[in-house]
């Protein structure tokens, strides 16, 4: 029986068969109901969320889809063929520690223990999250947790949307999108509000001046942080030894890799009289 499906040869005169005819029909009418279909829920199957690097999972316990893994080096290294090193650019993940802060990856699909699975490491994701809090939106790793990130402002992470109820206490499903965040990195210098001021001690010809803050707040009065004493440490502010000093309401300072504010300088007020002739 001759092929249906055989290629014509040059200047060979043009004879469709019925069954070829047939089922160029039939694949046009498939291509047509794929393309006019509605697209199936993008998370019915981990495979077709979005990723953009393997990693293998090293931490030692399965990661769930959603999981966190710290990014501890390159898969592939140099003592391995040059070719595979230069094309791969897969990593080896671990339980996240204090070194994966700003260096983690998302599972797009759960991992066990040892397995190699897809992960995102830039982009938009979903992610479990710990412990919301006002002021601004982002967290990062939770040290010894692969199931869910945490709040902290000066995270890798920024939360773009969060879900109104709780998985469980304190932690939430929330829409992400991961990537360097050089204005608010840890340790890049940012103005704070300084609001209700509790004056201990205004400082005497024999004593220091002693003033706390009820909250630190950035500019979009988002408190930080509450109760904080900028002349103590481990912030770096410090005022005169003697003296009374009056209470600011504007400070600099940065976040620490915690997420936690650490106030270089405010602009607390000196008080000083005439001298004495």
């Known amino acids: 029986m001759a092929d249906a499906f055989r290629k014509v040869r040059s200047r060979e005169p043009l004879r469709i068969p019925a069954a070829a005819y047939n089922a160029f029909i039939d694949a046009a009418r498939a291509n047509r109901?794929?393309?006019?279909?509605?697209?199936?829920?993008?998370?019915?199957?981990?495979?077709?969320?979005?990723?953009d690097v393997l990693v293998e999972n090293g931490s030692g316990e399965d990661v769930p889809l959603f999981g966190v893994?710290?990014?501890?080096?390159?898969?592939?290294?140099?003592?391995?063929?040059?070719?595979?090193?230069?094309?791969?650019?897969?990593?080896?993940?671990?339980?996240?520690?204090?070194?994966?802060?700003?260096?983690?990856?998302?599972?797009?699909?759960?991992?066990?223990a040892g397995r190699i699975g897809r992960a995102s490491s830039i982009g938009v994701t979903i992610a479990r999250v710990k412990d919301i809090e006002g002021g601004p939106r982002f967290c990062d790793i939770d040290e010894g947790e692969v199931n869910h990130l945490v709040y902290n402002p000066a995270g890798n992470a920024q939360i773009l949307w969060q879900a109104a109820q709780e998985i469980e206490a304190g932690l939430r499903w929330c829409l992400l999108r991961l990537g360097p965040r050089p204005p608010v990195a840890p340790g890049v210098m940012q103005f704070f509000t300084l609001a209700s001021p509790n004056v201990i001690n205004q400082g005497s010809d024999s004593s220091e001046a002693v003033i706390v803050y009820g909250f630190v707040d950035d500019l979009e009065f988002n408190t930080l942080a509450t109760d904080l004493d900028p002349g103590a440490p481990p912030h770096h502010w410090r005022r005169p030894n003697l003296g009374r000093v009056d209470p600011g309401d504007m400070a600099m300072g940065y976040f620490n890799p915690e997420g936690e504010v650490r106030i270089a300088w405010c602009n607390e007020r000196p008080l000083m009289g005439a001298c004495d002739t």
Do not use: C
């Open 33 to 51: 109901e794929r393309s006019t279909a509605p697209s199936r829920d993008p998370i019915a199957g981990s495979r077709s969320l979005r990723w």
């Open 69 to 112: 893994l710290g990014v501890q080096r390159k898969l592939v290294l140099l003592n391995q063929p040059e070719e595979r090193f230069l094309r791969s650019r897969d990593v080896l993940g671990r339980v996240p520690t204090s070194a994966d802060f700003g260096k983690f990856v998302i599972a797009a699909e759960p991992i066990p």
